[in-house]
């Protein structure tokens, strides 16, 4: 059974903090991708990555940083959190589109809070 | 610049009717997909539906089928038969194959009744 894992299911950190999301993925896909889930705002795309050491800037990368040393992880991290990252968090990952069909396939989720 | 657009927030519909969820899209580029996933109460994605920027024919996946209007930039979701568990979120989102940059629309809830 293939998998997107995410390090936490629940996150609860403080204001300031540095703070590291991981995901790893076993389906040996190029592509990888970070949103943040807000009620009223739908998925949005805060990083992506089509290779190692690769990224590309989403739509609200502000206060995020990604890192992908090897093919299967990619984390985001939030280098000062604040209380307006608090959201859900999800990771997903996809073949380049190069191979056909590109479905995205996702982890399940991680719900960070900042108080 | 690419976009989806989601215009209703929610939508009711009453068990064994049919529904259309709409979306619209702006892209510049003639290659892209078109996906539709669902988000149900537990947070899971499940993909449903995939329509290609070159497919001729719209898209049909069991109750689900993608109509597709290019000239308008469409890609509406059609549930036929609706059943209790398809109330979920519903998100559209395009991929466009120069970047492979996927992007969503703002999601639309729909709550199936009886």
């Known amino acids: 059974d293939v998998k997107v894992t995410q390090s936490s299911r629940y996150l609860v950190k403080r204001t300031g903090e540095k703070v590291f999301l991981e995901c790893v993925q076993d389906?040996?896909?190029?592509?990888m991708f970070w949103y943040r889930q807000d009620p009223g705002l739908g998925l949005r795309l805060i990083y992506f990555?089509?290779?190692?050491?690769?990224?590309e800037k989403g739509d609200i990368p502000e206060g995020y940083s990604v890192s992908r040393e090897k093919k299967e992880r990619f984390s985001l991290i939030l280098e000062s959190a604040s209380t307006n990252q608090t959201s859900m968090y999800l990771c997903?990952?996809?073949?380049?589109?190069?191979?056909?069909?590109?479905?995205?396939?996702f982890g399940q989720g991680t719900r960070l809070t900042v108080v | 610049a690419q976009k989806i657009t989601q215009t209703q927030p929610g939508m009711f519909v009453q068990e064994k009717e049919a529904v259309t969820l709409d979306c619209t899209y702006d892209?510049?580029?003639?290659?892209?997909?078109l996906f539709w996933y669902k988000q149900p109460s537990s947070g899971e994605m499940i993909f449903l539906i995939y329509?290609?920027?070159?497919?001729?024919q719209n898209a049909t996946e069991g109750r689900y089928s993608l109509n597709f209007q290019k000239a308008r930039k469409s890609a509406n979701l059609v549930i036929s038969a609706s059943q209790l568990g398809d109330s979920a979120m519903y998100f559209c989102?395009?991929?466009?194959?120069?970047?492979?940059?996927?992007?969503f629309g703002t999601g639309t809830r729909l709550q199936v009744f009886p």
């Open positions: 997903a990952n996809s073949p380049l589109t190069g191979t056909g069909y590109t479905e995205a396939f």
């Open positions: 389906m040996d896909h190029e592509n």
């Open positions: 990555s089509y290779d190692v050491k690769m990224k």
């Open positions: 892209t510049s580029d003639p290659s892209y997909g």
């Open positions: 329509q290609g920027s070159y497919d001729q």
């Open positions: 989102a395009m991929r466009v194959y120069n970047t492979d940059k996927l992007i």
